[in-house]
């Protein structure tokens, strides 16, 4: 398990009934290869972020597959419609079978 993986999600606190608003989605991670070699010349294990989904109110929001050559640190930004109060969670799914989770409340007026 990558035990360096961070997410750190940035969604404003509260929005209009129907407003659509934009999120801001990293996760700190090595995203390893698994094509590099560790100092006594052992192959380190792969270990990418393969996948990153959002849901509002258990509503699909974003989902996205992840491809191996991905950067470290992939940072996602996008909009969302919102029409009701509620939760947005995020999830990344790591290669090695960690699952990583964030939620992060939004008020409407």
């Not at 509002?56 to 996602?76: H, K, Q």
């Not at 029409?83 to 990583?100: N, R």
């Amino acid at each position: 398990m990558a035990d360096d993986a961070k997410p750190r999600v940035k969604v404003p606190k509260s929005a209009k009934a129907g407003e659509t608003v934009t999120i801001k989605a990293l996760i700190s991670h090595k995203m390893e290869s698994g094509q590099r070699k560790d100092a006594e010349g052992k192959l380190i294990p792969r270990s990418i972020i393969n996948r990153f989904t959002c849901d509002l109110n258990g509503v699909n929001v974003v989902d996205v597959a992840i491809d191996p050559a991905v950067s470290t640190n992939p940072y996602f930004e996008f909009d969302a419609k919102v029409d009701a109060a509620g939760e947005f969670k995020f999830t990344w799914y790591d290669d090695d079978g960690s699952v990583y989770e964030d939620v992060k409340p939004i008020e409407v007026s």
